[in-house]
């Protein structure tokens, strides 16, 4: 499809457990942004890539949380030792390289619950 | 720290009903975009203001931007059951900032 893919949908996992995110932005689009939501709420800012760089990551919570995005498209969103406070939905958008904030393109996002 | 703050959170209406949602910040945007998420999608631009003072309508909303671009509204008139969603307001800094800046969402629900 033409949109913003993201894999899994859903994802159940353990307390302590290892997980990536994947996201697969639309073609030609440079920007590519994380961001996490909880029910009801707005998104939170994770990390935006332009390119293959991570030229904001300010938003990463602590250390067990990673990006990469090594040939500057797809993304995956990397989380070490999983904590019940993880859990949430963790939505993907990416967007055209344009002058300011253009138009962000989101995903349906992939519900990540620990136990 | 830049704010955004959205009010009411939750809005619970009859169809028919005008209704109008706020998005208000103590700094400066040099744009803000409203967005509409529905359950389990992501959220889906409706519109972009950029100009101080600037009204946008899309059908029965009508959008407005601050003179000092701080602040901006949503105004829906007769809303109808598929109006029902989350609204969302994100506001851009100056230059090249592309960190948006988002509000916590404005839940609306529109009953028949």
């Known amino acids: 499809g033409a949109g913003v893919s993201q894999t899994p949908s859903n994802k159940v996992t353990e307390k302590g457990k290892y997980v990536e995110l994947r996201c697969d932005p639309i073609s030609g689009h440079t920007a590519l942004y994380w961001y996490r939501q909880s029910l009801g709420q707005g998104p939170e800012f994770l990390i935006y890539?332009?390119?293959?760089?991570?030229?904001?990551d300010s938003g990463l919570p602590n250390d067990r949380f990673f990006a990469v995005r090594p040939e500057g498209s797809v993304s995956t969103l990397k989380i070490q030792r999983t904590e019940r406070g993880d859990s949430a939905v963790y939505l993907c958008?990416?967007?055209?390289?344009?002058?300011?904030?253009?138009?962000?393109?989101f995903g349906e996002g992939s519900r990540l619950t620990v136990l | 720290t830049q704010l955004l703050e959205q009010s009411p959170q939750f809005l619970s209406i009859q169809e028919g009903e005008n209704l109008t949602v706020y998005c208000n910040s103590s700094?400066?945007?040099?744009?803000l975009q409203w967005y509409r998420q529905e359950p389990g999608e992501g959220p889906v631009l409706l519109v972009t203001?950029?100009?101080g003072g600037e009204v946008k309508k899309l059908k029965r909303l009508t959008f407005q931007f601050g003179d000092a671009r701080k602040d901006s509204s949503l105004h829906i008139t007769a809303a109808q059951p598929g109006d029902t969603g989350l609204y969302l307001c994100?506001?851009?800094?100056?230059?090249?900032?592309?960190?948006?800046?988002w509000g916590l969402g404005t839940s609306l629900a529109v009953n028949p």
């Open positions: 700094s400066v945007f040099s744009s």
């Open positions: 890539f332009q390119g293959t760089g991570a030229a904001d």
């Open positions: 203001v950029v100009t």
């Open positions: 994100a506001g851009a800094g100056a230059g090249n900032n592309r960190k948006l800046i």
């Open positions: 958008a990416s967007s055209l390289n344009l002058p300011g904030a253009g138009e962000l393109f």
